[in-house]
């Protein structure tokens, strides 16, 4: 995602290709100044089982707002669950959100798709007055865990541009497997999971459905489309 300015990876700037991609960078760089309390990429994967358990708690969420019950999230019902949920985004920002999650570009929002949605929204949401509060979206719990995967990002993102780049998920792993020659392999792999585009730099919402294929959340869909067959 974002078009690439300069040569070598840790002097490259990015432009936003849309302005949700612009907005989410603007937020990534605002929280990346407070720091991360993250001190490894091994204390991230032991929290992998928690994230999980916690994402797949957003299922009732996400059944409550899929109206017909097909196992996905159209449009009119996104809009119908912000205005439940009160989040007060304007109508151009929900369609920015959903076209961006849509990763399938077929009008329908998947589970995976919807967890990085609110996600996002847990980022953009700025409220001066729940910016310290318990919670921004009335569901602290899993505030919370997304919170931790804004950490996460943010420990990835060395020089608080907005994005990840190699130099920097190899510098992470590179931290926690001090020695270890299969850590340069580990951060590659992980790092392409992670840069569908491949332009060298991977913004939040790449990451986050990276993460959640990680965790597992992926796991649901199969297993229920194996039901149904």
């Not at 990015?14 to 407070?34: D, F, G, N, Y």
């Not at 509060?133 to 997304?146: I, N, V």
């Not at 270890?180 to 459905?209: H, P, T, Y």
Request: proline letters at 2%; glycine letters at 6%.
């Amino acid at each position: 995602m974002g078009g690439i300015l300069g040569k070598g990876d840790s002097t490259k700037g990015c432009i936003p290709e849309t302005k949700l991609e612009a907005k989410m960078v603007e937020a990534m760089q605002r929280r990346a100044s407070e720091g991360s309390a993250m001190k490894s990429f091994n204390s991230i994967i032991l929290k992998f089982p928690k994230i999980d358990e916690s994402l797949r708690q957003c299922k009732a969420i996400f059944e409550q707002f899929d109206e017909d019950a097909n196992g996905a999230i159209d449009p009119e019902e996104l809009k119908r669950c912000f205005h439940k949920l009160e989040i007060n985004f304007s109508e151009e920002e929900i369609n920015d959100l959903f076209e961006a999650c849509d990763i399938n570009e077929d009008m329908g929002m998947k589970f995976n798709e919807f967890i990085v949605l609110l996600c996002l929204v847990y980022l953009l949401k700025e409220d001066p007055a729940a910016v310290h509060a318990k919670s921004r979206m009335g569901m602290p719990d899993l505030e919370a865990t997304f919170e931790t995967l804004v950490d996460t990002f943010v420990f990835l993102d060395k020089n608080k541009d907005g994005y990840v780049s190699k130099t920097e998920m190899v510098q992470a792993i590179n931290e926690t497997n001090t020695g270890e020659r299969s850590s340069g392999q580990i951060a590659m792999k992980r790092f392409e999971e992670m840069d569908w585009d491949r332009n060298g730099m991977v913004n939040f919402k790449e990451f986050l459905f990276a993460f959640t294929r990680w965790v597992g959340i992926d796991d649901i869909e199969d297993e229920e489309g194996e039901e149904k067959v």
